[in-house]
């Protein structure tokens, strides 16, 4: 480390101290007020204030949660654009979840939005960003976690979204044009004061099933109802019995729930409602493996003499990892933590919508371990208060890092990045094409 770059560390450090007592207020407030995809009403609203208060204005839809904002050095070099992820998930048994929504911030995406806010306020303020040219975008996107989907595709129908994760459904509307390059942080899964460094994860599929029977008295005349519970319920089986054939080197998961299985004990169940994920390393094996997951649900409904529609959507593509931009994350938490406190991720069975976004404009999600409990689990939380120091921290200095000498890293970055789609058009084509309805037998 030398010269201009060694300077800025310092200095976002100092900084960072300074606006430490508002980054976690801002990450206090938002993880107690948790908010499902696309419904980040209250949150996107602080958030906004936040950004007023330290005099920017951001760019918002009326139609979809989410925001950007930029600043621009008006010298010459690539956009970095710093992204938060504001949605939480539903755990009803979690202590701080929402009593009625059951949504809850166990996935630590409250952490998320926080650094990214605190980041770009350190390097504004800090007067840092100035000194390496360029442009810094703050990006707070909805909906990562893929859930609730059966309203979303009703969203999707009526034409107010497009897509089922948030990333893809602002890339689609240009948030991201004209970044070069995307850095993210994720509160991670230990208490360590490690950084991860995320490794590949599985892409997927969601289905949205309903099976259609008819109804009759149970008890008095079932003979001439046709129970869609127990299409449902072959069809699952049938499903479990192909696990068998899934391939273990692609890391297949499937798991479905029933959302709806009956109305009343005493009346044959006419509609009954799944809803799964199919999900594997490469989407050549999500599709193929989607395909049976639809033969599954057909066969229980041809056993029964019933219907069943299947709702499918692109979920979210794997996630590759940009090994040019992993290496940058290495050097910088190098630089700020000292050697040998972080290390490079395997292969996750979950998934990001990150792997949508990485498809088109390189990009990066660390992991910062300062958390205790079980990923989604009713035990997570943040262990310590240092994560609010780090992870602005880290984010800044990737930003000064990649603008440095030119943007030199991050031009490396773009040249080494081979994305399956040239821009947000082709890749929006393409999820499109994959969303389908089938009517079975």
Same mark, same amino acid.
């Given at each position: ?153 009703q969203e999707i129908k009526k034409g107010r979204l497009h897509f089922l994760g ?8 240009? !948030? ?51 129970? !869609? ?69 057909? !066969? ?134 994959l969303a389908t309805k089938e009517i079975l037998p």
């Open positions: 480390m030398e010269g201009i770059y060694q300077s800025a560390i310092e200095r976002l450090k100092e900084e960072i101290k300074k606006q430490l007592p508002e980054i976690e207020a801002n990450g206090e407030w938002l993880w107690h007020h948790p908010e499902t995809g696309f419904k980040e009403i209250e949150t996107q609203k602080h958030c906004l204030e936040i950004l007023k208060k330290h005099g920017f204005e951001a760019v918002t839809w009326d139609d979809v949660t989410g925001f950007t904002c930029t600043y621009d050095t008006k010298k010459p070099g690539p956009c970095i654009a710093i992204m938060g992820e504001m949605d939480s998930l539903i755990c009803y048994t979690h202590p701080d979840s929402n009593s009625e929504t059951g949504a809850a911030h166990a996935c630590g995406h409250s952490v998320q939005v926080a650094s990214a806010m605190g980041a770009f306020f350190a390097l504004i303020e800090s007067k840092v960003i100035d000194d390496f040219g360029g442009k810094v975008m703050l990006v707070g996107v909805p909906a990562e976690e893929c859930l609730e989907t059966e309203w979303r595709m948030g990333k893809a459904e602002l890339l689609c509307r240009g !948030a991201f044009e004209g970044v070069d390059v995307v850095l993210s942080m994720h509160a991670g899964f230990r208490n360590d004061g490690t950084i991860s460094i995320v490794g590949s994860h599985n892409g997927f599929t969601s289905k949205n099933v309903t099976f259609k029977g008819r109804s009759a008295h149970a008890a008095a005349d079932p003979k001439n109802g046709i129970n !869609a519970l127990y299409m449902a319920n072959i069809a699952l089986n049938a499903l479990n019995a192909l696990r068998e054939t899934f391939s273990d080197n692609e890391t297949v998961r499937v798991h479905p729930i029933i959302t709806k299985g009956g109305t009343v004990v005493n009346a044959i169940p006419e509609e009954v409602c799944v809803e799964c994920q199919c999900r594997a390393k490469n989407m050549e094996t999500v599709l193929s493996i989607s395909k049976q997951f639809d033969n599954a649900m057909g !066969a229980g409904a041809y056993a029964f003499g019933g219907k069943v529609v299947i709702d499918t959507q692109l979920g979210y593509l794997p996630y590759r990892p940009v090994k040019e931009l992993d290496q940058v994350a290495m050097q910088v938490a190098d630089d700020i933590l000292g050697k040998g406190k972080w290390e490079q991720g395997g292969h996750n069975c979950g998934s990001t919508d990150l792997g949508d976004l990485n498809e088109v404009i390189p990009g990066i999600q660390v992991f910062v371990n300062y958390t205790h409990g079980v990923h989604h689990a009713a035990d997570y939380r943040i262990a310590d208060r240092k994560i609010y120091e780090i992870s602005p921290l880290f984010l800044a200095v990737m930003t000064c890092k990649l603008l440095d000498n030119n943007g030199e890293l991050a031009k490396k970055v773009k040249e080494a990045h081979k994305p399956l789609f040239a821009n947000a058009q082709g890749y929006c084509n393409y999820v499109k094409a």
